[in-house]
């Protein structure tokens, strides 16, 4: 079992045929997923996170299946502040999931929490990529970094966030490209720009648990603006198979979308969930948040072409592996994706 405190020590060096990768943020979402697929192809992994999964109950849960496995090794650590050298040595590859997601909790209140977890971390992470000839840096960016846009987001577009977290995740993504950049490293980065992901261990502050959870729990979800904003949702398998192939992408430098292959509004979306439970999602109307973009779409071509990248699952089909998740779950663990809307100081506000 991993223990709280500083990282346990040796961390395995890898062999050639099962090369030590390390990622940050392992006790999250997505990054326990990837840990997950990770170990299932062999790898030796270190997962880092600053959540313990001895005493935080979704962290916990989300490593159940890798705490104990022999080519997993735990690091109860903050990429913030933490020594990283050790963590490091003998990696091949990084990938960097650790960070403060939402959009809506950006705004004022907890903005230096966004920019230490988003920036100063980022910033410590790849420089000690380089000190540890670490070769590749997978950086988890996000759509939000786009801002507004009319049509499918493609990488070369402008990039204009309209919120504190997409600034802070651009910050982070144009951090690691200006490492890959210089002459004297031999850290190369490629920056995924994740689109809405969903799926088993989803986030409980995120949008398609929550609604699964009102129409099965009969709570009230709340509905920003009028339901018509566009979302590009993207199933977390699909997510994971994309970071690794990143992994291998041989190039010095790269920036690439990972979306799920189709833009639906939230309308549609609150339709496909009452169909699929039997029964229509309880609404409260609240307004529009303000960081909270129309819509999103992904241009995939890049995706396609660098990564050999195409979305596998569909969205009824994910929603149904999502609510099955949810449904197994434990009424004390159910109840923190009950709906709940508490804004911040600054929400109200503003
Ligand atoms: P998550 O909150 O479930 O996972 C992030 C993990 O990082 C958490 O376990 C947290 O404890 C850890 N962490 C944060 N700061 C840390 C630090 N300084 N040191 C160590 N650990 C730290 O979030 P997620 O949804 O799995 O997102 C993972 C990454 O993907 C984030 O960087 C996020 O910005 C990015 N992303 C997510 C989505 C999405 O839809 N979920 C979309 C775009 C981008």
Partial sequence: RPSPGSCPIPIPPGSSASPKVVVTGAAGFIGSHLVDALLATGHVVVGVDRRNPCSDLLAGLNLAGAVNHPKFTWVDADVANASLDAVLDGADCVFHLAGLPGVRRSWGCEFA?????NIVATERLVAACERAGVRRLVYASSSSVYGPTTAASRESDPT????????????????CLAHAV?????????????????????????????????????????????????????YVSDVVNATIAASRLEQRHAVVNVGGGASVSITDLLGIVGDLTGRPVPL?????????????????????????????VNLPVGLALHLEWLRGLPAQVLRLYEPMFEP?????AS
Wanted: glycine content about 8%; aromatic content about 8%; charged content about 20%.
């Fill in 160 to 175: 204009r966030p309209i919120s504190p977290y997409g600034i802070t995740k651009l910050a982070g993504e144009l951090l």
């Fill in 113 to 117: 929490a966004y920019v230490t977890a």
């Fill in 284 to 312: 409260a109307a609240v307004a529009a948040q303000p960081g909270d973009v129309c819509a999103t779409a992904a241009d995939l071509t890049n995706a396609r072409a660098c990564l050999d990248y195409r979305p596998s």
């Fill in 182 to 234: 210089r002459a004297d490293s031999r850290l190369s980065v490629v920056a995924l720009r994740y689109f809405t992901v969903y799926g088993p261990r989803q986030r409980p502050d995120m949008a398609i648990g929550r609604m699964l959870a009102a129409a099965l729990t009969g709570k009230r979800y709340p509905l920003f603006g009028n339901g018509s904003q566009r979302r590009e949702f993207t």
């Fill in 344 to 348: 911040c100081a600054a929400e109200v």
